[in-house]
């Protein structure tokens, strides 16, 4: 994953001000950090370029001894050393984030200077390090002498007339010789007012032109760092499956915790305070029939309560509805009970996976909760519907606003994991003052 600054800064838009963009960008910090940037590139190319070429043509050459392993083990590590100094320039002179590739495993979790030379050896990733250190080198000898000369003649050709006065006090010609033939005694220079002036103005065109040549040429360098010395796509899949495998473990271990504690706190208290009262009535029955028959009918309105609670509880682990009849009549049942009104609409050609459909179930349960809690709202709207292969739900209301994914969100940070978990999206724009909408990417399968 790569992040890069704006085409003017530090920021994706630009400084506005007085002077138009295209006339102050050849002053902005962003085009002379790009400048030093193309200029160390090639100091810098030269060293890895040397370094990988002797290193591997030595360990190669020493294959046929035992040393040559290890010394083709010490190039690659030598290379990854280098992706760490060439992702810091990138980052301080481009503001290129580019993160750390995956770590060196040895297989099986074996440890060792053995194992671990192996596992240089098969890493794709230290080749593709290896690959820049050979690769930058051509790259860089173009990028500087493209750059060099665009900033030394535009600035050259921009100056002229400030430093024209040098060449008739000291070298004994009249302006800059553009063309000179001793044998024919051809010579043309830039003398007249009209060549100094024009000299001039080609000048300020290259100056204009630099902050765009190098943003073009920088952005290779960007590409060749962000592509070979970043970490892989599979390697970077495997690392959000993880994380992710994480969020739903947690989730899991929350939702089990949550169905103990109400089964402990509610049906269970009742059922035991059920028996207690059903063997005090069976004590009372000969003594006291009528105390019993009331001692009874509390036990009977307690076995009703305890019932609408296992009912509740299991409709929060999954409702019988969103089995039998879809999502659509699951979310008008769930909207139905919402304190405030909320105009559902569901357009699904077909039923999605029932993984899915129960995400979107209790997705959707979260935010209408939300709406009860902290919104403050008179009117609510729930659209479902699907677009190329996702299904969309967007749950808004006309409430104060000010809901947010970041801690403290009314559990918003806590359902965007869960929903990042299964590769979905959750994106809220709730304004102070609202109106607020939450909409949320799922896949179909």
């Not at 950090?33 to 030595?58: C, D, G, K, N, W």
């Not at 830039?190 to 103005?201: K, N």
């Not at 939300?370 to 209301?397: F, P």
Request: hydrophobic content about 45%; some cysteine; overall charge neutral.
């Amino acid at each position: 994953m790569a992040t890069a600054y704006g085409p003017y800064g530090p920021g994706s838009e630009p400084r506005r001000g007085l002077v138009p963009p295209a006339l102050r960008a050849p002053f902005e910090g962003r085009v002379r950090r790009e400048f030093l940037y193309l200029v160390i590139s090639l100091p810098v190319s030269l060293l890895t370029f040397t370094y990988a070429v002797v290193m591997l043509s030595l360990g190669a050459g020493l294959l046929i001894t035992f040393l040559g392993v290890p010394v083709l083990g010490a190039a690659l590590a030598g290379c990854r050393g280098i992706g760490v100094v060439e992702r810091a320039r990138a980052r301080a002179l481009l503001g290129l984030e580019v993160a750390e590739p995956e770590p060196v495993r040895a297989a099986g979790g074996k440890r060792g200077p053995v194992s671990w030379v192996g596992a240089l050896l098969k890493s794709g990733t230290s080749w593709r390090h290896v690959l820049y250190a050979l690769l930058h080198l051509p790259w860089a000898i173009f990028a500087f002498t493209v750059a060099i000369v665009f900033a030394t003649y535009g600035w050259g050709f921009a100056t002229y007339p400030l430093w024209r006065w040098v060449f008739p006090s000291y070298i004994d010609q009249p302006g800059i010789e553009l063309f000179g033939d001793d044998e024919r005694g051809r010579h043309f220079y830039l003398d007249t007012p009209f060549e100094v002036a024009a000299a001039c103005v080609l000048g300020v065109l290259v100056l204009l032109a630099t902050p765009w040549v190098m943003r073009a040429l920088t952005s290779v360098d960007r590409l060749l760092v962000s592509g070979l010395l970043g970490p892989s796509r599979l390697a970077t899949r495997v690392w959000e499956l993880e994380s992710d495998r994480g969020t739903v473990v947690d989730t899991a271990a929350a939702d089990l915790r949550r169905i103990e504690r109400d089964l402990h706190d509610g049906a269970q208290a009742r059922l035991v305070a059920l028996a207690m009262d059903l063997g005090l009535a069976k004590e009372k029955l000969d003594e006291d029939p009528q105390a019993a028959a009331r001692m009874v009918d509390e036990a009977h309105g307690e076995v009703k309560l305890a019932l609408q609670e296992l009912r509740d509880l299991a409709r929060g682990i999954h409702p019988a509805i969103l089995t039998d009849r879809g999502l659509g009549p699951a979310l008008s049942a769930l909207a139905a009970r919402c304190t405030v009104p909320v105009t559902v609409t569901v357009d699904l050609p077909q039923r999605p996976a029932p993984a899915i459909e129960g995400i979107a179930y209790f997705t959707v349960s979260e935010l209408l909760q939300n709406i009860s809690k902290h919104s403050a709202a008179h009117t609510a709207d729930l659209d479902v519907w699907r677009a190329e292969g996702r299904v969309m739900l967007r749950v808004g209301d006309d409430g104060r606003g000010g809901a947010t994914t970041s801690a403290g969100g009314s559990g918003l940070a806590g359902l965007a994991e869960r929903i990042e978990a299964v590769d979905g999206v959750l994106i809220v724009h709730s304004p102070p003052g609202g109106p607020t909408s939450v909409t949320v990417e799922l896949p179909w399968r």
